[in-house]
C-alpha cells in the first residue's frame, strides 16, 4: 500500500523565487534557478529541500545537512556546509513558514473532510439559513434559521450552526465545532470539537441551593482568529465574550462568559480564563496556566506554564508561580528556597556523621 500524499505540492520554487518571497540575502554566489521540491527538518536536509535554523539548540546539526539550501541568521551563516545555499535572513522561522505556504498552500486553512463543494445532500440547512455563493458543507453539518455564512467558508462534517449566527468569508469550522449565539469575522479557522456560546458557569448561590444566571450575552469572534481543537469558549452573561482579531488559541483552553481577549494573543493549550477577565492586546499566556475571574492583564504581559494568576498583571511584566507574581520576584524565592533546602540537608549530613 502506497503512503497517502495529505498535502501535494502546488508548486516547486527556485531559490531565486525564495529570495524574493522572504527577502533573504545570499552568503556567498549561487545558482538562482535551483529547485527546491520541499521543506525538512534541520537534521532531515536532503538535496532538493529547504531548511531553516531558528533555535541554537540545533545549530550542531547544521555542519552535517544536506539540503540544497537553509534560511539562517547571520550569527549561525558560517557553519553552513559549501555544498548548502546560505540564504540569510533576521526571521529564518518566519521566513521558512512563508515558502512553505507558497508550496503547500491546502495546509494554511482546513479543507472540506469529504472533499467535495458546494452543498452537501447529506447536509442539513434550514430554509431561512442564507449562505452566500463558494459556501462548502461537509455532510451531516446542520445549519439553523437566519443564520448567515459568508463566500468561501467551509462547514465541516457534523459541525452545528446555530439560529442567526453569522459567520464571515473565507472561515473554516471543523468537524463536530457547534457555533452558538456568536458573531464571527473573516478568515476565522475553528479546529474540530470547539464548542462556542455554550452557556456560562453562572449561578447564584445561597444556603438554599444555586439559582441558575441566564447567560443572555454573545461570543464575538473577529477577523483571522485561529481557535484550537475541543477549546470551549462561554457566551456572556450580561455582556459580550470577546475574541479579538488575530489572537492565536492552541486546543484544549477553557474561555468563561464576559471574558476579553485582545488583539494578537496567543493563549497555549490547556490554559484556564475565569469570567470577566480582560486580557490585553499582544499577551502571551503558557500552559496550563490559570487566570481567576475580574481581574486585567496589561497590553504585552507574559504569563508562565502553570502560573496561577490572582491579581492584575501590569502592561509588559512577566508572571510565573502560583501564586503568580513578578519573574525576578519568582525567581529570587526559588533560589532562596532552593538555598534553605540545600543548607538543612547538609547540616542533617553533618549530625549523621
Known sequence: MSDPVFFRRASSLTI???????GAKLLRDADLSAAISSVAPLDQGVPGTLVFLDNPKYADDLRRTRATACLVS???????????????????????????????PESMRPQSVFGGAGISPGAYIHPE???????TVDPGAVIGPRAEIGEGTIIGPNAVIGPDVRIGRHCSIGPHATI?????????????????????FGFAMSP????????????????????????????????????GEGAKIDNLVQIAHNVTIGRHCVIVSQVGISGSTDIADFVAVGGQAGIV???KIGMGAQIAAQAGVMTDVPPGERFGGSPARPMREQMRAIAMLNKLAARKTGGASETEN
Do not use: W
Open 208 to 243: 438554599r441551593g444555586h439559582l441558575k444566571v441566564p447567560q443572555i450575552g454573545r461570543v464575538i469572534i473577529q477577523n483571522d482568529v485561529e481557535i484550537g481543537a475541543n477549546t470551549t469558549i462561554d457566551r456572556g452573561a450580561n455582556r459580550d465574550t470577546v475574541i
Open 16 to 22: 531565486g523565487e525564495i529570495v524574493e518571497l522572504t
Open 129 to 135: 439559513a442564507r449562505l452566500e455563493s463558494g459556501v
Open 74 to 104: 547571520q550569527r549561525y551563516a558560517d557553519r553552513v556546509p559549501e555544498t548548502t545555499i546560505a540564504l540569510v535572513t533576521g526571521e529564518p522561522y518566519a521566513a521558512c513558514a512563508k515558502v512553505s505556504a507558497r508550496m503547500f
Open 293 to 295: 475571574g475580574h481581574v
Open 180 to 200: 452558538l449565539f456568536a458573531l464571527i469575522g473573516d478568515n476565522v479557522i475553528i479546529h474540530p470539537g470547539v464548542r462556542v456560546g455554550q452557556d456560562g
